[in-house]
Nanobody, 125 residues
Framework: QAQLVESGGGLVQPGGSLRLSCEGS????????IGWFHQAPGRERDGVSG???????YYADSLEGRFTISRDDAKSMAYLQINSLKPEDTGVYYC???????????????????WGKGTLVTVSS
């Protein structure tokens, strides 16, 4: 049974940084493209970034270069580095995987096959 588990969230002051992690199990991790999604309080889940099987990346337009996605297939891990955190970055961050390749595809929730339960990020002073 495929499972994705996020970690690394927490309370951070504005301007700080976080690295979110996503650990996969029960799936051939390197055969899946990975996406990260953000759901702010009271808002829909939005695609943040995606990474293809071979490491190509894609980001939502609004991120201003503050987000970096990466993967380590040997560890079945994916990561999302977030710098210069803003209060509007607050919310639950979800990791998702799809066997259909393509980094841009991973910004669309309907295209994802497996989901983690999310990790909460709170940006506040």
């Amino acid at each position: 049974q495929a499972q994705l588990v996020e970690s690394g969230g927490g309370l951070v002051q504005p301007g700080g940084s976080l690295r979110l992690s996503c650990e996969g199990s029960g799936l051939t991790f390197d055969y899946h493209a990975i996406g990260w999604f953000h759901q702010a309080p009271g808002r829909e889940r939005d695609g943040v970034s995606g990474i293809s099987r071979d490491g190509n990346t894609y980001y939502a337009d609004s991120l201003e270069g503050r987000f970096t996605i990466s993967r380590d297939d040997a560890k079945s891990m994916a990561y999302l580095q977030i710098n210069s955190l803003k209060p509007e970055d607050t919310g639950v961050y979800y990791c998702a995987a799809t066997y259909r390749d393509g980094a841009r595809r991973c910004l669309f929730a309907v295209d994802m096959d497996y989901w983690g339960k999310g990790t909460l990020v709170t940006v506040s002073s």
